[in-house]
C-alpha cells in the first residue's frame, strides 16, 4: 500500500488564501486611509449588552466622533482633494467587495 | 432488512444531532468578535451566522465527498457488519465532543468525529478498511498545516492593516472603521463554516445511504435532502448555541483590536474556503485559532505565551487518538454483541447526553467560566502596552535629539 501526497494542493491552499487575504485586507485598510484623508473618519456607535461587558461606552464614542469633527476641519486638502479621496476610498471598499466575490464564485463553478 | 433499515434511521438521526452540537458549538467562533467590538447587535449576528451556514452548505461538497468516497474503503467491507460500526462510530465523537466541552478542553468537532469513525472501523472491519493516504493527505497534514497556513496569512494581514492605516500625528486613524469591516469578514466565516463543517455529516449519511445500499457508490454528490437537512440542522445550531456566546464575551475578546480581528477573520474565511474547494476536511476552531494567533503576532512587540499555546496544541493532538479509542469501544461493544451491543451503545449515548446536559444546567456559563475557544487562544499571545516605536518613529526621535542637540549649541 503506497501513500500519495498531492503536496501541490497545500501550495494551491496557502497561495489563494493569502491572495485572497491580502487583497480583502489591503482594498479595505486602503479604503479606510482614504476615507481619514477625506474628512470622513468613521465612528462606530456605542455598544452595551445587558448580560455581558461595556464594548464602548458613549463617552468613547463621543470623545472620537469629536477627534474626527477636528481632524476633519483641520484637514490640508482642498474640497476637491477631498472629494477625489473620499471616491478612491468607495473605489478601494468595492475592490474589496469584488475580491470577495470572486473567490465564492471560483469555488462555486470550479465545483 | 428491518433492523438494517432501523440503524440506518439511527445513524441520520444521530449525525444530524452531531451537526446540531457543531453548529451549537461553532457560533462563537464566527460571531464572538463582532458581537464583542459592537459591530452587530447579538440577535442579529447569531440569525446572519445561522442563515450564512445555510447558504455555506450548498457552496460546495468537495469535502462531504471526502468523507463518504475517500476514508472508509467501501470495497473491504461487508455492509450489513458496517453500518453499526458508522453508528458506534458517532456515538464515540459525540461522548468525545460533549465531555471535553463540559470539562472545557480544546478539542475539534470534526477530528472527534473522524477518530470515532476510523476507531469504530479499524476495530470492527480491520486495519485493511482505512484508506490511509486519503486520511494523511486530507485529514492529518490539513490539520497541521491549515492553522499554520491561517496563522502566518493573519499575521502579513495584520502587519498590512497597520502599516497603511498607521499615523504618525495624533490624529484619528480611522480603524474604527474595522468594526464595520468584521461584519463581512465574519459572515464569511460563518459561510466557510458552512462549507466545511456541514459537509462532514453530509459525508457521512452518504457513506451511510451508500453502505445501505440506497445511494449508488458512482453517484458522488450527496442527495439535495441530505444537503438541505444538514444545512437546516447546522444552521438551528448555530441559532440556538449564539445566546451561549453573548455570555463568553467578558474574557479574551476585548484584547483583539478591530483591525486585528479584521485580518484573522479574513484569514480564516480564505484558508477555509480555499481547502473546503479542494476537499480538505479542516477543524474550523483550530483555523480561527490560529489566525487569532497570527494576528495577535502582527501586533508590534508581541510574544507568544507558549505555556499557553503548547496546552491548546496537545489538546488538538489528543483529539483524535482520543476520539478513536472511545469509537473503537463502542464498535467492540457491537462487534462482541451484536445487536445488544448497538443498544448498549444506544443507552449508553442517552446516558451520557442527558448526563452531561443535566451537569452543564447545573454549572451555569457566565462570562467567569466561559470563553469560546478561539478567544482563548488569543491568550497565547501577549501584547505589550506601550509597543517598541516603528522604524519612521525612531528616525522622529533621532531627528528631534539631534535639532535639540544643534539648538542648545
Given amino acids: 500500500m503506497s501513500i500519495t501526497i498531492d503536496w501541490f494542493a497545500f501550495v494551491q491552499v496557502f497561495v489563494a488564501a493569502m491572495l485572497a487575504t491580502v487583497l480583502v485586507v489591503g482594498f479595505y485598510s486602503l479604503g479606510l486611509r482614504l476615507l481619514v484623508r477625506a474628512g470622513r473618519v468613521p465612528v462606530v456607535g456605542p455598544a452595551e449588552f445587558t448580560d455581558a461587558i461595556t464594548v464602548i461606552t458613549v463617552k468613547d464614542a463621543q470623545r472620537a466622533a469629536k477627534a474626527a469633527a477636528k481632524a476633519a476641519r483641520k484637514s490640508p486638502l482642498t474640497p476637491a482633494q477631498r472629494q477625489i479621496a473620499a471616491v478612491g476610498a468607495y473605489i478601494s471598499f468595492a475592490l474589496c467587495g469584488l475580491a470577495v466575490l470572486g473567490g465564492l464564485l471560483l469555488i462555486v463553478f470550479n465545483h | 432488512m428491518e433492523t438494517a433499515t432501523l440503524i440506518v434511521v439511527l445513524v441520520i438521526v444521530l449525525a444530524l444531532f452531531f451537526d446540531f452540537t457543531n453548529g451549537f458549538h461553532d457560533t462563537a467562533n464566527a460571531m464572538a468578535t463582532p458581537i464583542a467590538t459592537g459591530a452587530l447587535k447579538p440577535k442579529v449576528a447569531v440569525l446572519l451566522a445561522a442563515i450564512l451556514n445555510l447558504v455555506g452548505a450548498f457552496l460546495s461538497t468537495e469535502v462531504s465527498q471526502t468523507i463518504s468516497h475517500g476514508i472508509i474503503r467501501e470495497d473491504e467491507i461487508n455492509p450489513n457488519a458496517f453500518l453499526p460500526l458508522i453508528f458506534a462510530g458517532l456515538i464515540g465523537a459525540i461522548t468525545w465532543n460533549m465531555f471535553t466541552w463540559l470539562l472545557g478542553l480544546p478539542s475539534s468537532s470534526s477530528h472527534a468525529l473522524f477518530g470515532g469513525l476510523i476507531g469504530a472501523t479499524i476495530v470492527g472491519a480491520g486495519w485493511m478498511a482505512i484508506d490511509y493516504s486519503v486520511v494523511l493527505s486530507k485529514v492529518i497534514l490539513p490539520a497541521v498545516l491549515a492553522p499554520l497556513t491561517a496563522g ?55 457513506l451511510t445511504l451508500i453502505i445501505a445500499g440506497v445511494q449508488s457508490p458512482s453517484q458522488t454528490a450527496p442527495e439535495l435532502w441530505v444537503i438541505l437537512a444538514c444545512g437546516i440542522t447546522i444552521a438551528l445550531g448555530t441559532y440556538m448555541g449564539g445566546w451561549r456566546i453573548i455570555r463568553t464575551l467578558g474574557k479574551g475578546l476585548t484584547d483583539v483590536k478591530p483591525a486585528q480581528g479584521f485580518s484573522a477573520e479574513s484569514s480564516t474565511a480564505a484558508t477555509i474556503l480555499s481547502s473546503s474547494a479542494l476537499g480538505f476536511a479542516l477543524s474550523t476552531t483550530q483555523v480561527a485559532s490560529g489566525s487569532v494567533i497570527g494576528s495577535g503576532l502582527g501586533r508590534r512587540g508581541a510574544t507568544v505565551r507558549w505555556r499557553t499555546a503548547g496546552r491548546i496544541m496537545v489538546g488538538w493532538l489528543f483529539t483524535l487518538p482520543a476520539s478513536a479509542a472511545v469509537g ?82
Fill in chain 2, 152 to 206: 502566518i496569512i493573519a499575521f502579513t494581514a495584520t502587519r498590512i492593516a497597520y502599516a497603511i492605516t498607521r499615523r504618525y500625528d495624533t490624529k484619528p486613524d480611522g480603524r474604527d472603521g474595522f468594526r464595520f469591516g468584521q461584519i463581512f469578514t465574519s459572515s464569511l466565516v460563518a459561510l466557510a463554516h458552512g462549507t466545511n463543517d456541514a459537509q462532514k455529516t453530509m459525508g457521512v449519511i452518504t
Fill in chain 2, 328 to 409: 473503537g469501544v463502542m464498535a467492540v461493544m457491537v462487534a462482541w454483541l451484536g445487536g445488544w451491543g448497538i443498544l448498549i451503545d444506544a443507552v449508553f449515548a442517552v446516558v451520557v447526553i442527558l448526563t452531561i446536559f443535566l451537569l452543564s444546567r447545573r454549572n451555569a456559563v457566565t462570562a467567569a467560566n466561559a470563553m469560546s475557544e478561539v478567544a482563548e487562544s488569543g491568550t497565547a499571545v501577549k501584547v505589550t502596552r506601550n509597543p517598541p516605536p516603528t522604524r519612521r518613529q525612531r528616525a522622529a526621535v533621532r531627528d528631534e535629539a539631534r535639532r535639540e542637540k544643534e539648538g542648545s549649541k
